[in-house]
């Protein structure tokens, strides 16, 4: 049963990233997917973030570590986000031109 669940959950993610990178794909449908991705990320970020705020008392050290680690990935996916959605556009742009 893991297993199954666990392919359904890969399929749907990365089909949903796979979707929202495609200009062919109507807006209608990519954006949901972007925005879908992008709470996803989020969340769980948030919830690293809070989990060290909230262990803060019991291990001073794993605090430190779990804030750090979350908004390295937090950094990590702007940037990513950047480069996939944002210069993909550009790069689109540029190819009009010609």
Not at 69 to 84: D, P, R, Y
Request: aromatic share 12%; net charge neutral; hydrophobic share 60%.
């Amino acid at each position: 049963m893991d297993l199954v669940i666990e392919f359904l959950m890969e399929l749907l993610f990365e089909g949903a990233m796979e979707v929202s990178k495609n200009r062919k794909v109507s807006n209608w449908i990519r954006y949901p997917l972007i925005i879908f991705i992008v709470l996803l990320f989020g969340f769980v970020i948030f919830g690293i973030f809070i989990l060290g705020i909230a262990s803060r008392k019991e291990n001073l050290l794993l605090s430190i570590l779990l804030i750090a680690l979350s908004i390295f990935i937090l950094v990590a996916s702007i940037l990513k986000f950047k480069k996939v959605y944002l210069e993909k556009k550009n790069d689109i742009n540029i190819g009009e031109e010609d």
